[in-house]
């Protein structure tokens, strides 16, 4: 396998981004200056799920491990991203929506639904109104054997859902959650890449910030 | 070229935890939990050196660039693993320590400076007198036109240095750092590897936290 130049699919983390609504609102605050005290240094406030952030099984599962105790490659591996963006905001992808992608999803893949919420990003009404994954489209893509689920905006759930159905269906059973990818996504529509995604390693977290990054396939 | 599985460089960030003298400590506190509120959310306060951290010119030089402005690539590439643990805890590797390497170091390298350092993380007496990197070593491993360079300990330089001449020569000229690495750098003693070394993406920053892993090169 061969790969390009990296695209960043990640978030810049700064005081007062958009989160999802009731998060800790992160906080950057530099501390030591340079020409006070001879070097710059800042101190920083998040929420685990501040930016492009990975969650671990804990976040909604009982005694389900937390972000120090995943593989460090978890996250990492070939991906296919499926374009979803012909869903309406605050609509949900459902099974039948995820069907003609079948050929394309083998196990053990991450599969990124790029839903163009990411090209709402920083919009009010987006926060409570976005595009998310049905628990029959969380049930489909685990048949499908998918080793991870990202998506493109706050949350693979329904804004404000009581239930959580579907972080529990994926993180119940093994299959990991990366959201809040930026809308560099699109580049990658229809295409195999392979993806590097790292999260900090936190302990005892249910989730944290991480970097990822987009590899194109060569000869793909 | 192919790699090995990945083995984590990373320390696990955590509440209390060993870091540089004076930078703050960092926190990690669970604000909402499953049982009362339907799911398990913490809050992060942290250095922008906590931890395994990469080091942005901002950090020492005036105008510098910030985290958020580098190539999220830049500490990602073909690694060496130098052995100076020969050097007693407190002293400063210098030019003539690096020179027996000159043949294992290639242009846009980076180099990965095992002190032995880590094998004492946490320990008190550690965190003042530990090895690092002089600025004759510095200026060395700028000839030799590496792009960055790693050490197994909280920093390159001499604890409770003034002029902070080793931070200045590498990120003054385009050289970039990584602090913190833990153990597991051991492992690697005279080999190359492939580092993926991918930062947070905090805008503003001098630094950040970073998950680090080492890939073996197969057949190398």
Known sequence: MNIGKAVDLTHTISKGMT????????????????????????RLKLGSHT???????????????????????AFCGQAVVLDLSNKKPGSGITASDLKR????IKPGDIVLLYTGMSEHWGEQWARRKFTYLDE????????RKVKVVG???????KFA?????????????GVLIIESL?????????????LMCLPIKTKGTDGAPAR?????????
Chains 1, 2 share one sequence.
């Open 151 to 157: 998506i493109d905006y706050l949350s693979v759930e």
């Open 161 to 173: 859902s009581k239930e959580n159905l579907t972080h529990k269906k994926l993180l119940g059973n």
């Open 19 to 42: 989160t999802y609504v009731g998060d800790p609102k992160p906080d950057i605050k530099q501390v030591k200056k340079l020409e006070h005290d001879g070097v710059n240094l800042s």
């Open 51 to 73: 930016g492009t952030h990975i969650d671990a099984p804990h976040h909604f599962v009982s005694n389900g491990i937390t972000v120090d105790e995943l593989d460090p490659e």
């Open 136 to 143: 029959g489209g969380a049930a489909w893509l685990l048949q």
């Open 212 to 220: 990822v990054l987009a590899y194109p396939l060569i000869g793909e």
């Open 182 to 194: 930026n809308k560099n996504l699109r580049k990658f529509l229809g295409k195999r890449i392979f």
């Open 101 to 104: 992608f079948t050929s394309s």
